[in-house]
């Protein structure tokens, strides 16, 4: 399969007059329609005429897999709509993503953990929101790694483009493990870090619905499109950027789910955008059968693949809301972010005129949430016939164990108590000292009694003395 060119829309936000412009330089070479790509990027879906491309001033034209050039995937798309942590707002977003003036060779992910349309872990570089203000947890899994591993320090927002420049930087030292990687970076940079106080705490949330219009507040909505073929009509978009445009709405997002968001529609321009979305035929009421699906770009044997069993659900009147379901292949090399991943197997090597039919492994993310990082394998060697019975079955064991306790392969090992911790807070600045932790930025080794700490330890953030911390107990 030729790999389709790309255009990398970092954070997967752009203006409507920066939509429109792509939109028209598809045109001009041939294309009718654009798609999205899973890290929010937009793609070119046919072959196109390279030789023209010097003509296009201010598109880069990408080759991911040739030109080691990768997208920033961004929650932004998710700000104001869903469920968020309170200082990363839309603002907040952009300003980080202008840091961004490279073009990453890692792929970076800038999420918040309280939404669930971005998946957070999908990237080499994963930044994940913390509860402090401008303060980022960080999750590496750098190439060649097998696991994802945290950073021992939060980050400050504005040195997440050098703190990951830097990480691309000391990858030709091969780093094997998390303390080599923060010894060169904090060797190579001078950083605002801050102290991990506390574990990241992703809470569960059901996939959403992001079709149609929805209200923001009382004088706004938000509009969700989604094409099933996920192939976008230039007409169409170029009309609606205009309309954008008409309505002051500065920022149309991707999702990685091949489709988009527009949010800031006024109140008194929704009947406009309604009869819009009428004169060009579109559809705004997918099932959630349909939508929450990830297939590879451009490929036609999954999207068969997809329709075979959303019919079979639709016909059984099968529910699955809140799963997440995933088509992927044996040569597949991106990370899995669904509930549910059907994978299909390499074909053995045909003998004489035998026909060999595909057979499929069902995968499925411990408790259903792909954000455990942990995928369970319930069948393997499955023909296409029996993954729809197959799927359902897993449907039913998800919400028979939704909101009750964390289901294990073994019941009796790691089950998740409620306890108690000793941690001492700062009464200035109100940051924790937990001896699990340490204190990476003073070198205090991790499971240091704050007792044992020097009369000279201060606050990592406010500089406070250590006379400043006061125990508390830590419920977790």
């Known amino acids: 399969m030729i790999e389709p060119y790309r255009l990398m829309i970092h954070g997967g936000v752009l203006s409507p007059g920066e939509l429109k412009y792509i939109c028209e330089a598809a045109e001009a070479l041939g294309l009718d329609a654009i798609s999205f790509g899973s890290r929010q990027d937009i793609i070119f879906p046919e072959q196109i005429d390279e030789t023209t491309f010097d003509q296009f001033d201010n598109i880069e034209f990408v080759k991911p897999k040739q030109d080691g050039v990768e997208n920033i995937a961004s929650s932004y798309v998710s700000a104001e709509i869903l469920p968020n942590t309170s200082w990363l707002t839309s603002d907040r977003y952009l300003y980080i993503l202008e840091q961004f003036k490279h073009n990453p060779k890692l792929r970076i992910n800038i999420t918040d953990p309280k939404q669930r349309l971005v998946p957070l872990f999908t990237g080499n570089v994963n930044y994940i929101a913390s509860e402090h203000e401008d303060y980022w947890y960080l999750y590496l899994r750098l190439p060649g790694w097998e696991k994802t591993k945290m950073y021992p320090a939060l980050i400050y927002s504005w040195d997440m483009d050098k703190i990951e420049l830097a990480i691309e930087n000391i990858l030709i030292e091969e780093p094997e ?28 949330y059901p996939f959403p619905y992001y079709e149609g219009m929805n209200r923001i507040g009382t004088d706004r909505y938000w509009l969700g499109l989604y094409w099933r073929n996920n192939r976008y009509d230039i007409p169409f978009l170029k009309a609606m950027c205009d309309l954008c445009s008409e309505n002051k709405i500065g920022k149309i997002s991707i999702t990685p789910w091949k489709s988009f968001i527009v949010k800031g529609i006024p109140l008194d321009s929704k009947l406009l955008w309604e009869k819009f979305l009428g004169k060009f035929g579109i559809n705004v009421r997918h099932s959630m059968l349909e939508m929450n699906w990830h297939l590879p770009v451009n490929d036609k044997e999954a999207l068969n693949l997809k329709k075979f069993l959303v019919t079979n659900f639709d016909q059984n009147d099968i529910s699955t809301y809140g799963l997440t379901f995933g088509i992927s292949n044996y040569e597949s090399d991106t990370y899995n972010f669904t509930s549910i991943v059907i994978q299909k197997n390499k074909q053995p090597e045909a003998i004489g005129n035998f026909t060999i039919r595909d057979t499929y492994n069902l995968l499925y993310a411990k408790n259903f949430d792909p954000n455990t990082r942990d995928y369970i394998v319930h069948v393997q060697d499955v023909d296409k016939v029996e993954l729809p019975g197959l799927l359902m079955e897993l449907s039913q064991l998800y919400f028979e164990q939704l909101g009750n306790e964390i289901i294990e392969e073994k019941p009796t090992e790691d089950k998740k108590e409620v306890t108690k911790e000793d941690v001492y807070q700062c009464q200035d600045c109100l940051t924790i000292y937990n001896k699990v932790f340490g204190d990476i930025t003073q070198n205090i080794a991790p499971n240091t009694p704050f007792e044992s700490l020097p009369n000279t330890y201060e606050c990592s953030l406010c500089e406070s003395p250590k006379s400043s911390f006061k125990r508390r107990v830590l419920v977790k």
């Open 177 to 204: 493990t998390i303390d080599m990687v923060f010894d060169l970076v904090s060797d190579a940079l001078d950083t605002n870090n801050r102290t991990v106080d506390k574990p990241l705490d992703v809470p569960f």
